[in-house]
């Protein structure tokens, strides 16, 4: 029997979403203290910081987005910091407990420029083009024929002249070291 992500990635929002993006103990829902959710979403901004530096010194040094799609957002680790840099950022996720919790987080910091729609293989609630597309350790969780279908739906998403940044899982190690 084949297993349905979406409804894994559902628990992981309902039980311990923190910990289902990134897996330190210290992100568990049982120990999470305020600290290590800033902490958590310092990630986020390190990676949103380190992605951007990447784009601006190798494709487009004056590269500014003014509307981001962050596929597989989660809690929206992501999506804040992106916050801070485009005028419109959408997150889309599985899990409905993932976008309640960064709805919540979004209105505690006072974003007003995200917005968060469940995501369907088709991607059918998006409309309009974006000029940066982003996903970060999402496509690895997701069967080969689907990450097809929704990879082909976020390239047709992409504006002209935009840019993506998709993480792929390409290989694996069999060094059990």
């Not at 010194?57 to 596929?71: K, Q, T, Y």
């Not at 840099?85 to 959408?90: E, Q, Y």
């Not at 997150?91 to 007003?112: F, P, Q, R, W, Y």
């Not at 082909?152 to 792929?168: E, K, P, Q, T, V």
Request: with cysteine; net charge negative; glycine share 8%.
């Amino acid at each position: 029997m084949a297993k349905n992500s979406d409804a894994e990635w559902e628990q992981w929002g309902k039980t311990d979403p923190y910990f289902g993006v990134i897996t330190l103990d210290k992100y568990r829902t049982s120990s999470i203290s305020e600290t290590d959710k800033k902490d958590f979403f310092a990630t986020g901004k390190a990676h949103v910081d380190e992605v951007m530096s990447a784009i601006r010194n190798h494709i487009d040094e004056s590269f500014l987005p003014e509307r981001v799609l962050d596929f597989g957002c989660g809690v929206g680790r992501l999506v804040i910091p992106f916050s801070g840099i485009a005028r419109d950022v959408v997150g889309v996720d599985v899990s409905d407990s993932m976008l309640k919790e960064a709805e919540k987080v979004c209105s505690e910091l006072s974003i007003n420029n995200a917005t968060f729609f469940r995501s369907d293989d088709t991607l059918s609630k998006l409309e309009g083009s974006f000029d940066f597309i982003h996903s970060f350790i999402v496509f690895q969780h997701i069967p080969v024929a689907r990450g097809h279908v929704i990879l082909d739906r976020l390239l047709g998403l992409l504006a002209n002249g935009g840019i993506g940044a998709l993480h792929f899982t390409y290989a694996k190690s069999t060094d059990s070291a």
